[in-house]
């Protein structure tokens, strides 16, 4: 035996255990249902255990009965024996049939409401994780696993391990009943077991190799076609639809491979079970008739044996069946527990307590912060910027400068060092209580598909129908808005695809308007836009920000200039602060400010953006 084989049917085991353990609080949650829907199995294991009998009254007190008088007449009480066996034999199918559909009916109503309250957990938990984590993880695989792998959890919970319960727990009665009617012929049942559980085991680990693969190399697809589609404007207008073709193609052919391989094997696994089987009612069939005629059985006791031998080995047989599916489901668990178990970085310390409505006074004190361990992008930041102050962050690109940004928002937490607001440390304060005072636009406003009234509204909580059209006005949108066909509510495309780029800059400007916050952030917030295009915009990002703190984060001199402030960041540190003109002509030529008419030259734009 392979030891990878093995390796991955230990793991298949461990992902189980290990969502199991996330499974239990809910479980407990359905406790009614899944104690109705054991009920309902036992009910349906004893009606299984019966279902023979009436056949074998019928079998000994009928026809036996009256083939021991051929040509007499049969004895009055005979037909009575029929009628009640047949009777019973429809109770018997009746009872099950409905024991079986409540069994169905409560293990999948469990399994769906378990499943749903995991997938909330899921999505939940996502988006407490830290930008530390989402700025690695591939989103496609990410939409995988709340989607599909809990799906999967879902669909193979409900279809294969309870049906496979109930199969176990119907083998193991069967074979107590026949021990107790007839232990030789139980032994000569339980003789074929260990070579069940020999080829089933091997098999079966075999199976679980390949269908965690391909569980994998499905979640790889996944990835990759959302990334694909995501991004299909770079596609299409890069030409990369061949080579992502190419490599959807390579991909979505291993997933076939191992699919057909594990169906190959799955099949050779049941095919197997059937011989296996065959021998065992051989062996059962020579030795029960040898006792039936040495008047030991009756022939109705010998023909409840038989059925009772293909129902007690149907387990092995859906053993291969259902193999391949629950490793998938255990490869499908262990990627839900993996994320379950990824801890935010950033989180409310016990100590943390709701900021009050801030001011507005930003200090950075010898901040230090890195992405990568060992390679620092700030190096000992510091920084004041005063309540109610306009600042321009300038400076080369990959200097650090959006890190600021990250780092007041609390999206990540500086290595050392300390950003304070109005002489608060941040993590003495409450993300919820924070995250609301400051309103960011960034460069690449992302919106939602839904409306552009919803989108507004995202800015802040609770917000009404005047807030929202008092921030389009401010932000100059609330024209071409009420020019849509829809006005307000039009539904924008996914991350505001059907806007032009100065439409949706406005309507992010508008939602970060109603948030009414004491800090503005602009970061990039101009970059890419028309030169008329820009001039609304920047008039419309001078109301929101009047009055209020502003952080600046640009390369644009024009939106420099209108600061009460510059600071020059390079290289992680603040090497240079003052008045606009002072700093900007201290710096002039260097790369990190794209002025004047060059900044409408996009070749010079090209090369600022290569430096
Ligand atoms: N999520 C991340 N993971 C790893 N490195 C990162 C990440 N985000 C930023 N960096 C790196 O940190 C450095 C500073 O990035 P930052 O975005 O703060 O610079 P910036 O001054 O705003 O640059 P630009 O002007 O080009 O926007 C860069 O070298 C960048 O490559």
């Not at 077991?193 to 089933?200: A, C, K, S």
Request: net charge positive; hydrophobic share 45%; with cysteine.
């Amino acid at each position: 035996m392979p030891s990878s084989d093995r390796r991955s049917m230990r793991r298949s085991l461990h992902g189980l255990r290990r969502t199991a353990g996330y499974l239990k609080p809910h479980l407990r949650a359905e406790r009614t249902l899944l104690f109705g829907g054991s009920a309902a199995l036992f009910a349906e294991v004893a009606m299984r255990l019966l279902e023979p009998w009436p056949l074998k009254f019928v079998l000994d007190g009928v026809i036996a009965a009256s083939g021991a008088r051929i040509g007499l007449d049969a004895p009055d009480n005979l037909p009575m024996v029929l009628v009640l066996a047949c009777v019973a034999l429809l109770v018997i199918v009746t009872l099950r049939a409905v024991a079986a559909y409540l069994m169905t009916l409560c293990f999948a109503l469990a399994g769906n409401r378990l499943l749903t309250a995991m997938r909330e957990q899921v999505y939940a938990h996502l988006q407490t994780l830290s930008m530390a984590f989402h700025d690695n993880a591939r989103t496609g695989d990410l939409v995988t696993r709340v989607t599909s792998d809990v799906g999967r959890l879902k669909e193979v919970g409900v279809t294969a391990a309870l049906p496979l319960l109930g199969n176990v727990i119907t083998m193991v009665t069967m074979l107590g009943v026949v021990a107790v009617l007839d232990w030789q012929l139980a032994l000569v049942m339980l003789a074929v077991l260990p070579l069940f559980v020999l080829t089933g085991a091997r098999l079966s680990r075999k199976i679980t190799g390949v269908s965690r693969t391909q569980r994998k190399a499905e979640g790889a697809l996944a990835s990759l076609a959302a990334e694909t589609l995501a991004a299909m404007r770079v596609v299409q207008s890069y030409s990369l639809e061949d080579r992502m073709q190419a490599a959807f193609a390579s991909n979505n052919v291993k997933t076939l491979k191992d699919g057909v391989k594990a169906k190959k094997l799955s099949a050779g696994l049941e095919r197997r079970t059937d011989v296996l089987v065959g021998i065992a009612t051989a062996g059962v069939l020579y030795l029960g008739a040898t006792r039936v005629l040495a008047g030991a059985l009756t022939p109705g006791e010998l023909v409840v044996f038989l059925t009772y031998l293909k129902a007690a080995f149907k387990p092995m047989r859906d053993l291969a069946k259902y193999t391949g599916r629950i490793a998938q489901a255990a490869a499908s668990g262990e990627r839900l527990v993996d994320l379950l178990e990824e801890r935010p970085r950033v989180v409310n310390q016990q100590w943390a307590r709701s900021a009050r409505p801030f001011l507005g006074d930003i200090q950075f004190t010898d901040v230090w912060l890195s992405y990568t361990t060992g390679h620092p992008v700030l190096r000992g930041l510091n920084l004041r910027i005063r309540a109610g102050e306009r600042v321009a962050v300038v400076g080369p690109s990959g200097a650090g400068k959006s890190s600021v940004a990250m780092l007041l928002s609390r999206l990540r937490d500086p290595d050392y060092g300390q950003v304070r607001i109005d002489g608060h440390d941040l993590r003495d304060l409450t993300m919820e209580s924070v995250r609301p005072q400051i309103a960011i636009v960034l460069q690449e406003s992302l919106l939602f598909a839904m409306s552009i009234r919803e989108n507004i509204a995202h800015g802040a909580c609770d917000v009404t129908d005047e807030e929202i059209e008092r921030a389009a006005r401010l932000a100059g949108a609330h024209e071409f808005i009420t020019a849509l066909p829809d006005g307000y509510d039009t539904v924008v495309g996914e991350r505001g695809a059907t806007l032009s780029g100065g439409q949706r800059q406005r309507i992010a400007i508008a939602r970060a308007a109603v948030r009414d916050a004491p800090i503005v952030v602009l970061d990039e917030a101009m970059t890419g836009l028309d030169q008329d295009t820009e001039q609304e915009v920047l008039a419309a990002m001078d109301r929101l920000t009047d009055g209020r703190t502003t952080i600046v984060i640009t390369h644009d001199l024009a939106a420099a200039q209108n600061a009460d402030r510059v600071i020059w960041i390079d290289g992680g540190l603040a090497t240079d602060h003052g008045p606009p003109s002072q700093v900007l002509s201290r710096h002039a030529g260097e790369p990190g400010v794209i002025s004047g008419p060059h900044r409408r030259d996009p070749r010079e734009a090209y090369r600022a953006v290569r430096r």
